[in-house]
């Protein structure tokens, strides 16, 4: 997967991936991760690829079964390996230009098409996220 590092301003940082997963699994951990201290957000994801906690998915849950404790949910390694890989990224960047207390103010996926895996019309599960964090 190709990652991307930029500089966005004083107060911010980010990271850039396009990994090989499901573009709306990758939005359901988003969802998840949004909002929380980095920190926070490395235990959820760490606990979801251990398989000890699901992730409660809120938009693409058609045919979903439902998990103990709460709605449709789902355990999704792959996804959150990714996502902890932008994460960590994001954080270190952060911490280069010296930020300390960081939670993640944004994160953002895309789907991405291209003629990856492009045999009888079929396009590869691929996505982009992006996650920026910032300093409380």
Known sequence: ????S??????????????NVSFKQST?????????KVEEAQKILQAAIDEKTPLAFTKYCRGLGHKPGMGPGRFVPKACKAMLVVVNSAAANAENKGMTNLFI???T???LGGNRATRHGYDGKRARIEVRVKQQ
């Open 1 to 4: 997967p190709k990652e991307e």
């Open 6 to 19: 930029k500089e966005v301003s004083g107060e911010e940082a980010h990271a850039v991936s396009t990994p």
């Open 28 to 36: 359901e951990i988003a969802t998840s991760i949004r909002g929380k």
């Open 105 to 107: 103010s944004t994160v």
């Open 109 to 111: 996926t895309s789907k």
